[in-house]
């Protein structure tokens, strides 16, 4: 069974700073997707980022990347000068290639972003 | 971003009461999710729903919940008899499976009384 571990159960940053959150999983699978939902107040789920395991460019949206490192199994988040509108919990999910195409998340980071 | 809708945002029931939570999934998307999130916890997968058929299921999954699809639009979620530790937001989502995002709907926000 694969499991996401986030370490950082809470992290504040100043707004226009960078921030990094972490994230490391366990699979002994070798082609999957990982994922950055961010879950406002709102407790919606948005989908901030996807890297698929099979590339080692390391995927970008915006303000936000990803550092990948896959022998590592670590899959760790970068916000760009941050915005107060970041403010939110933030999960990184794992998903399978073929066949389990469920997501398995990680117990969440929440992020605050102070004026 | 394509748009999942779930209705109702928020249900309140006894318990031993039956629920039916409601989803619109992406009308071009073929594979459908339930997951759920009591408060303060991570999100937990539930059911996986394909060619109007569970393709997984999780232990929480038992028998006092099912699926189905019954108009080719609607997704339902049904807890039969429900219990105060269902007390939780149950999310949809509709998943590419050529990119393997899943798009969440905003969520029913269930309290059992």
């Known amino acids: 069974a694969q499991t996401v571990t986030q370490s950082q159960p809470e992290m504040s940053v100043q707004e226009a700073e960078t921030v990094t959150l972490s994230c490391t999983y366990d699979t002994s699978e070798s082609n999957y997707y990982l994922f950055w939902y961010k879950q406002p107040p709102s407790r919606q789920m948005i989908l901030v980022i996807r890297?698929?395991?099979?590339?080692?460019q390391n995927a970008t949206e915006n303000r936000f990347s990803v550092n990948f490192q896959k022998a590592a199994k670590s899959f760790s988040l970068k916000i760009s000068d941050s915005q107060l509108g970041d403010t939110a919990m933030y999960f990184c999910a794992f998903v399978m290639w073929f066949g389990n195409e469920k997501l398995t998340f990680g117990t969440g980071t929440r992020l605050t972003i102070i004026p | 971003e394509p748009e999942v809708t779930q209705t109702p945002s928020h249900q309140v029931t006894q318990m031993g009461q039956e629920v039916i939570l409601r989803c619109v999934p992406i009308?071009?998307?073929?594979?459908f999710y339930w997951y759920r999130q009591i408060l303060g916890q991570k999100v937990e997968f539930l059911v996986s729903?394909?060619?109007?058929?569970?393709?997984?299921k999780s232990e929480i999954f038992d028998d006092q919940f099912s699926v189905e699809r019954p108009d080719g639009s609607n997704f339902t979620l049904k807890i039969r008899s429900t219990k105060l530790e269902d007390s939780a937001m149950y999310f949809c989502a509709a998943g590419d499976r050529d990119t393997y995002e899943q798009y969440f709907g905003p969520g029913t926000r269930l309290t059992v009384t």
């Open positions: 009308s071009n998307h073929l594979y």
């Open positions: 890297q698929e395991a099979y590339k080692q």
């Open positions: 729903f394909y060619n109007n058929e569970i393709s997984e």
